[in-house]
């Protein structure tokens, strides 16, 4: 059965830094490229940033170039994502996906973890 | 970056109704076009991808059509668990948007 499960979110300040994290299973975690979805509270889906099977190839959304650092290693079967310098409208539930080129579409989702920014 | 628009944003309907939400892209994406439903408390589940195909173990009532910059998502008889919010969200090119969803709530 394939499962992500998320870790490491939480209550930070802003301008502050986190590193959630999402350890996969119950699929060949290499073959697969994997991305960052969040949600605000009542809003909708935004997608984050993506990194491919290898980890040389990354891509972000612009609200968080620069900020965040999408990285993952395949020997653990983990994805990463690095946030730093984080603001209030960084808040959000951030959920990690699985991806393949082949398929082109986001077809299991971990359960999310939450992020809050707030001083 | 492709901008994507749903309509309509809500709508509410009965169990047994036929229902059908658009989307529109802000340039041609051909089908890379998939179609999620999220309940809330819950991950976002596949229904649609590739703009009309279904994904194993998405009851055949939900049925998706379109190409190039418009989408169509059609639920045949709405059931009592199909009301939920539906994303679609395109995959031509990273950004990988998704609209900004449709709430479908009881009448």
């Known amino acids: 059965e394939v499962q992500l499960v998320e870790s490491g979110g939480g209550l930070i300040q802003p301008g502050g830094s986190l590193r959630l994290s999402c350890a996969a299973s119950?699929?060949?975690?290499?073959?697969?490229?994997m991305n960052w979805v969040r949600q605000a509270p009542g809003k909708g889906l935004e997608w984050v940033s993506y990194?491919?099977?290898?980890?040389?190839?990354?891509h972000y959304a612009d609200s968080v170039k620069g900020r965040f650092t999408i990285s993952r290693d395949n020997a653990k079967k983990s994805l990463y994502l690095q946030m730093t310098s984080l603001r209030a409208e960084d808040s959000a539930l951030y959920y990690c996906?699985?991806?393949?080129?082949?398929?082109?579409?986001?077809?299991?989702w971990g359960q999310g973890i939450l992020v809050t920014v707030s001083s | 970056d492709i901008q994507m628009t749903q309509s309509p944003s809500s709508l509410s309907a009965s169990v047994g109704d036929r229902v059908t939400i658009t989307c529109r892209t802000s340039?041609?994406?051909?089908?890379?076009l998939n179609w999620y439903q999220q309940k809330p408390g819950k991950a976002p589940k596949l229904l649609i991808f590739?703009?009309?195909s279904l994904q194993t173990g998405v009851p055949s009532r939900f049925s998706g059509s379109g190409s190039g910059t418009d989408f169509t998502l059609t639920l045949s008889s709405l059931q009592p668990e199909d009301f939920a919010t539906y994303y679609c969200?395109?995959?031509?090119?990273?950004?990988?948007?998704f609209g900004p969803g449709t709430k479908v709530d009881v009448k």
């Open positions: 590739a703009a009309s």
């Open positions: 990194i491919s099977t290898g980890g040389s190839t990354t």
């Open positions: 340039q041609s994406i051909s089908s890379f």
């Open positions: 969200q395109q995959s031509f090119s990273t950004p990988f948007t």
């Open positions: 119950g699929f060949t975690f290499s073959s697969y490229e």
């Open positions: 996906a699985r991806y393949s080129r082949r398929t082109a579409y986001f077809d299991y």
